[in-house]
């Protein structure tokens, strides 16, 4: 598969997780009486991994997010040659999906975008108040956790078939863990999506969600490398 179909696919896939999730937390989170809460917001990231796992995993492998193509290529099974391309269609793919929900949630009488727009923050703009320390720990742990996840399942001594379950799932959990504390990222790409429609806070506050889940990932890569990759010999 050519790098530009593969690099298409990691668009649509963003696309896909950051519209998803995101906008579960935007338009769903609290709507009046029905709405589907913190619960609800982590099952929508999940099942967007999970669903586009199983739709283009066989394309492209179905990355997504910066930090699982670093931890990937980190603990040597991506090219090098593919980060930048495989980056690119990530941002980018977040920013489409972005554009779409402001288009969509903008709509709705009242809507500002000082309610945060599913921003990642920390400090005031944690929902629980959590200040940065406690940001960078949550998010270079969960990421490091969701590589661990995404190496094991995807190991060809794992039982086959069933890694979207396990990768969804484990997003999920995330999200249930991380949510209070920074809304959860463990993906650069799906922090800059929003954050470059609320700007100020949100774009100052982005480098810490881009450089702790690629600390994460990559830490994770050659951690599971180094400890449960059969040796050479």
Same mark, same amino acid.
């Not at 979207?164 to 995330?174: K, S």
């Not at 249930?176 to 809304?183: K, R």
């Not at 774009?203 to 994460?216: D, E, N, S, T």
């Not at 994770?220 to 040796?231: C, D, H, M, Q, W």
């Given at each position: 598969?050519?790098?530009?179909?593969?690099?298409?696919?990691?668009?649509? =896939?963003?696309?896909?997780?950051?519209?998803? =999730?995101?906008?579960?937390?935007?338009?769903?989170?609290?709507?009046?009486?029905?709405?589907?809460?913190?619960?609800?917001?982590?099952?929508?990231?999940?099942?967007?991994?999970?669903?586009?796992?199983?739709?283009?995993?066989?394309?492209?492998?179905?990355?997504?997010?910066?930090?699982?193509?670093?931890?990937?290529?980190?603990?040597?099974?991506?090219?090098?040659?593919?980060?930048?391309?495989?980056?690119?269609?990530?941002?980018?793919?977040?920013?489409?999906?972005?554009?779409?929900?402001?288009?969509?949630?903008?709509?709705?009488?009242?809507?500002?975008?000082?309610?945060?727009?599913?921003?990642?923050?920390?400090?005031?703009?944690?929902?629980?108040?959590?200040?940065?320390?406690?940001?960078?720990?949550?998010?270079?742990?969960?990421?490091?956790?969701?590589?661990?996840?995404?190496?094991?399942?995807?190991?060809?001594?794992?039982?086959?078939?069933?890694?979207?379950?396990?990768?969804?799932?484990?997003?999920?959990?995330?999200?249930?863990?991380?949510?209070?504390?920074?809304?959860?990222?463990?993906?650069?790409?799906?922090?800059?999506?929003?954050?470059?429609?609320?700007?100020?806070?949100?774009?100052?506050?982005?480098?810490?969600?881009?450089?702790?889940?690629?600390?994460?990932?990559?830490?994770?890569?050659?951690?599971?490398?180094?400890?449960?990759?059969?040796?050479?010999?």
């Amino acid at each position: 598969m050519s790098i530009g179909k593969r690099a298409s696919a990691e668009f649509i =896939g963003t696309f896909w997780l950051v519209f998803g =999730g995101c906008g579960s937390a935007v338009l769903a989170a609290a709507f009046p009486k029905v709405g589907i809460g913190f619960l609800g917001v982590a099952f929508a990231f999940g099942l967007t991994v999970l669903t586009m796992a199983f739709a283009i995993g066989h394309i492209s492998g179905c990355h997504l997010n910066p930090a699982v193509s670093i931890g990937l290529w980190a603990g040597k099974r991506f090219p090098a040659s593919g980060l930048c391309p495989y980056i690119i269609a990530q941002v980018a793919g977040a920013i489409a999906a972005a554009a779409v929900l402001y288009i969509i949630a903008s709509g709705q009488a009242g809507f500002s975008l000082s309610s945060g727009f599913a921003s990642n923050g920390y400090g005031e703009h944690s929902p629980g108040g959590y200040p940065l320390l406690s940001a960078l720990v949550a998010e270079v742990v969960l990421t490091f956790m969701f590589l661990m996840i995404i190496m094991g399942s995807t190991d060809s001594r794992a039982p086959q078939g069933f890694a979207p379950i396990a990768i969804g799932l484990g997003l999920t959990l995330i999200h249930l863990i991380g949510i209070p504390v920074t809304n959860v990222s463990v993906n650069p790409a799906r922090s800059t999506g929003p954050a470059l429609f609320v700007g100020g806070w949100a774009l100052a506050q982005l480098w810490l969600f881009w450089v702790a889940p690629i600390v994460g990932g990559a830490l994770a890569g050659v951690v599971y490398r180094t400890l449960f990759e059969p040796s050479a010999e």
